[in-house]
């Protein structure tokens, strides 16, 4: 298997572009990323970060090649991916340890194309039940403006 692997990069460094070379750096470095600290490989390859301000969690990702659809702008199942993200993280660190919270539906509208430098997604508890969460999370592009708004319902289980 490494020597079909070895085979098939070096086919396509042979025949990458600059962009085709970045994106591939991207995603090996999410690889080694996720080697290095066991966090989901996703994360590392979007380049992830994470952050808290005044008790909002953020999550912020790199806009590249690699997010982009064929109109060169972010793919919104990338956009989707990261707002389920951010609601489904702030869902699980509300709960006590013994318990998560899993995705059972998610909306998300878009209002404006993914464009810039980065986005970053944030997110806040509507409603806390005992079985299940509802969560809103917004996608922010660099100069501020709003390209997602989403809810998400969670359900709840003893782990």
Same mark, same amino acid.
């Given at each position: 298997?490494?020597?079909?692997?070895?085979?098939?990069?070096?086919?396509?460094?042979?025949?990458?572009?600059?962009?085709?070379?970045?994106?591939?750096?991207?995603?090996?470095?999410?690889?080694?990323?996720?080697?290095?600290?066991?966090?989901?490989?996703?994360?590392?390859?979007?380049?992830?970060?994470?952050?808290?301000?005044?008790?909002?969690?953020?999550?912020?990702?790199?806009?590249?090649?690699?997010?982009?659809?064929?109109?060169?702008?972010? @793919?919104?199942?990338?956009?989707?991916?990261?707002?389920?993200?951010?609601?489904?993280?702030?869902?699980?660190?509300?709960?006590?340890?013994?318990?998560?919270?899993?995705?059972?539906?998610?909306?998300?509208?878009?209002?404006?194309?993914?464009?810039?430098?980065?986005?970053?997604?944030?997110?806040?508890?509507? @409603?806390?039940?005992?079985?299940?969460?509802?969560?809103?999370?917004?996608?922010?592009?660099?100069?501020?403006?709003?390209?997602?708004?989403?809810?998400?319902?969670?359900?709840?289980?003893?782990?």
């Amino acid at each position: 298997m490494k020597e079909d692997l070895a085979k098939l990069l070096n086919e396509c460094m042979e025949y990458a572009s600059v962009e085709d070379l970045n994106s591939l750096g991207q995603m090996l470095a999410g690889m080694r990323k996720k080697q290095e600290d066991g966090g989901p490989l996703l994360g590392g390859v979007f380049g992830m970060e994470w952050g808290e301000e005044d008790e909002t969690l953020t999550l912020t990702i790199p806009i590249t090649p690699l997010t982009h659809n064929s109109l060169g702008i972010v @793919h919104g199942g990338i956009t989707a991916t990261i707002v389920d993200t951010i609601m489904g993280t702030l869902a699980n660190r509300v709960l006590p340890s013994e318990y998560g919270a899993v995705t059972t539906n998610l909306n998300v509208h878009y209002l404006a194309p993914g464009t810039g430098g980065e986005l970053t997604a944030t997110a806040q508890i509507l @409603h806390h039940g005992t079985t299940t969460m509802v969560v809103e999370g917004k996608v922010i592009r660099s100069d501020g403006k709003v390209i997602a708004h989403s809810t998400g319902s969670f359900f709840i289980f003893k782990k």
